[in-house]
């Protein structure tokens, strides 16, 4: 099947921290990959993206690299800001139609 | 241009009522996805309409139905409703099927009693 999997939150961290968030997956053939970003009370906003192995997408300070001999999808940022409070989501598309598969959200807070 | 739209933002039904959750995507956005996020949760896929037509489903219960009208607007109705169908639910449109962007709306928070 497909899914993806999360390292659990939520995440503290002081501001100008270095950010890692966890994200491996399950799919059959070739998905794409996505980092979603949801601010309280806000819509999905789509955060960056790969679409092949070995792509990087990045986006306001933000990385991820498609790992496919590790089927992972890391999010790094080098200095987080108190802005970058939100929770993060992993998800995948399989590239055959348009259903998302997400992960189950990492929530960060960033301390001043 | 206006994001995703939808409509009501809040919404409180009883057991066993019926809903029905407005949505309009983009301009020019001829996809519609329906999501259900629950507390906690990441967003699960309900429905994708398409040019109108149904394009993909998960895996819930009949007592889901959407449709999509000839502007693109959606809507997802929910009949006899339990106490577990309390959620946000979400609209995403995109220009096109397949791994293409997704534009979320703000959700409808639908809680049951």
């Known amino acids: 099947g497909n899914s993806v999997t999360q390292m659990e939150g939520p995440v503290t961290l002081s501001e100008e921290a270095f950010l890692t968030i966890n994200c491996t997956y399950t799919?059959?053939?070739?998905?794409?990959l996505f980092w979603y970003v949801q601010y309280p009370g806000e819509g999905l906003q789509l955060l960056l993206k790969?679409?092949?192995?070995?792509d990087k997408g990045s986006n306001k300070g933000f990385e991820a690299t498609y790992r496919k001999e590790t089927t992972s999808f890391h999010l790094e940022k080098g200095s987080v800001q108190v802005s970058d409070s939100a929770v993060y989501f992993c998800?995948?598309?399989?590239?055959?139609?348009?259903?998302?598969?997400f992960g189950t959200g990492t929530s960060l807070t960033v301390i001043p | 241009d206006a994001g995703v739209t939808q409509s009501p933002t809040h919404l409180i039904k009883t057991r066993g009522q019926h809903v029905t959750l407005r949505c309009s995507p983009i301009?020019?956005?001829?996809?519609v996805s329906w999501y259900q996020q629950v507390l906690g949760q990441g967003p699960q896929f309900i429905f994708q309409?398409?040019?109108?037509?149904?394009?993909g489903r998960g895996n819930f219960p009949d007592r889901f139905s959407a449709r999509q009208f000839p502007n693109y607007s959606s809507e997802l109705n929910v009949n006899a409703l339990l106490l577990g169908d309390s959620a946000l639910y979400l609209c995403?449109?995109?220009?096109?099927?397949?791994?293409?962007?997704?534009?979320f709306g703000p959700g409808t928070r639908l809680t049951v009693t």
């Open positions: 995403a449109s995109s220009y096109e099927q397949g791994p293409y962007e997704q534009y």
């Open positions: 799919a059959t053939g070739y998905p794409s």
């Open positions: 790969a679409t092949k192995a070995d």
């Open positions: 998800a995948l598309n399989r590239n055959t139609g348009n259903q998302f598969y």
């Open positions: 301009s020019g956005h001829k996809s």
């Open positions: 309409y398409y040019e109108k037509e149904e394009r």
